[in-house]
T-cell receptor, first 115, second 112 residues
Framework: DTAVSQTPKYLVTQMGNDKSIKCEQNLGHDTMYWYKQDSKKFLKIMFSYNNKELIINETVPNRFSPKSPDKAHLNLHINSLELGDSAVYFC??????????????FGSGTQLSVL | GEDVEQSLFLSVREGDSSVINCTYTDSSSTYLYWYKQEPGAGLQLLTYIFSNMDMKQDQRLTVLLNKKDKHLSLRIADTQTGDSAIYFCAETLYNQGGKLIFGQGTELSVKP
């Protein structure tokens, strides 16, 4: 009964390839996120969707394209992978109560290694 | 600015108290959080405090907030080896639609 599940857990690929990471939450939350965690454990928001609508889009290269087919799913597609894209990517969701109390529930991460 | 800063490492002996500190710069913070990340896992919310409070206690965890100095701390009483993890401080910014900003994490090592 995983609340936020993302696949795959590990992704090893060559530079220049296109890859996707999938995320699903069964918590009934309205808001979903993608975060990137670098090798120094620094965590930075990439995108946020509320009810399938993009609400946060940080300065991320346009090779990264999120897609939310419904509010329970938020996938991340990455084109033309580069060495610097190697990181752990976390999906998260929150109920978005509207009181700025963003309690996030995280998936277990996808470790992307670009060779 | 949006900076949230923490020291990178803390080492304690089992049974001692641990105090993890965090400073933030944005005065529009509404809620402040502590998340825990165990190896190979995602972050898990431990506790949070509203910006008009100065203390919150939850079992072995005590959060102290000094809003004047923009300083947040997490005290873990009777620290156990299972508490070894990375602890992230985070804040939501009222003037940015509630965007969550994380510190760089403090790696807590508990020695038996």
């Amino acid at each position: 009964d995983t609340a936020v599940s993302q696949t795959p857990k590990y992704l090893v690929t060559q530079m220049g390839n296109d890859k996707s990471i999938k995320c699903e939450q069964n918590l009934g939350h309205d808001t979903m996120y993608w975060y990137k965690q670098d090798s120094k454990k620094f965590l930075k928001i990439m995108f946020s969707y509320n009810n399938k609508e993009l609400i946060i889009n940080e300065t991320v290269p346009n090779r990264f394209s999120p897609k939310s087919p419904d509010k329970a799913h938020l996938n991340l597609h990455i084109n033309s992978l580069e060495l610097g894209d190697s990181a752990v990517y976390f999906c998260a969701s929150s109920p978005r109560t509207g009181a700025f109390n963003e309690k996030l529930f995280f998936g277990s991460g996808t470790q992307l290694s670009v060779l | 600015g949006e900076d949230v800063e923490q020291s990178l490492f803390l080492s304690v002996r089992e049974g001692d108290s641990s105090v993890i500190n965090c400073t933030y710069t944005d005065s529009s913070s509404t809620y402040l959080y502590w998340y825990k990340q165990e190896p190979g896992a995602g972050l898990q919310l431990l506790t949070y405090i509203f910006s008009n409070m100065d203390m919150k206690q939850d079992q072995r965890l005590t959060v102290l907030l000094n809003k004047k100095d923009k300083h947040l701390s997490l005290r873990i009483a009777d620290t156990q080896t299972g508490d070894s993890a990375i602890y992230f401080c985070a804040e939501t910014l009222y003037n940015q639609g509630g965007k969550l900003i994380f510190g760089q994490g403090t790696e807590l090592s508990v020695k038996p």
